[in-house]
Nanobody, 123 residues
Framework: VQLQASGGGLVQAGGSLRLSCVAS????????MGWFRQAPGKEREFVAS????????YYADSVKGRFTISRDNAKNTVDLQMNSLKPEDTAVYYC?????????????????WGQGTQVTVSS
């Protein structure tokens, strides 16, 4: 299984970025997917999840209303649109296939991880 994340970069506060993750080696269309992030010196934390049919999405309170998760099962991709970025959003962002789609997921709820993409928001 490979999850290849891209789209990270440096952006000013208030700006936007779109992360994308391409999956291979798994039956993507039946897997719940999600994004986590890890800031320096902090534990990896849940950001957003989406069910396999995209019927349910969940967000951490810290990103609700600013981030949007979506997926394209025909292309095996899951995206994270990030708007109104804040310096506290600075982290390495990881996509993951999940054992379930829910709110406040833990690292243990991920089945496979991507390699991570750096997002840096300057003030």
């Amino acid at each position: 299984v490979q999850l290849q994340a891209s789209g990270g970069g440096l952006v000013q506060a208030g700006g936007s970025l779109r992360l994308s993750c391409v999956a291979s080696g798994l039956i993507f269309r039946i897997n719940d997917m999600g994004w986590f992030r890890q800031a320096p010196g902090k534990e990896r934390e849940f950001v957003a999840s989406i069910s396999w049919r995209a019927s349910r999405t969940y967000y951490a309170d810290s990103v609700k209303g600013r981030f949007t998760i979506s997926r394209d099962n025909a292309k095996n991709t899951v995206d994270l649109q990030m708007n109104s970025l804040k310096p506290e959003d600075t982290a390495v962002y990881y996509c993951a296939s999940l054992t379930r789609s829910d709110i406040d997921l833990r690292v243990s709820d991920a089945r496979y991880w991507g390699q991570g993409t750096q997002v840096t928001v300057s003030s």
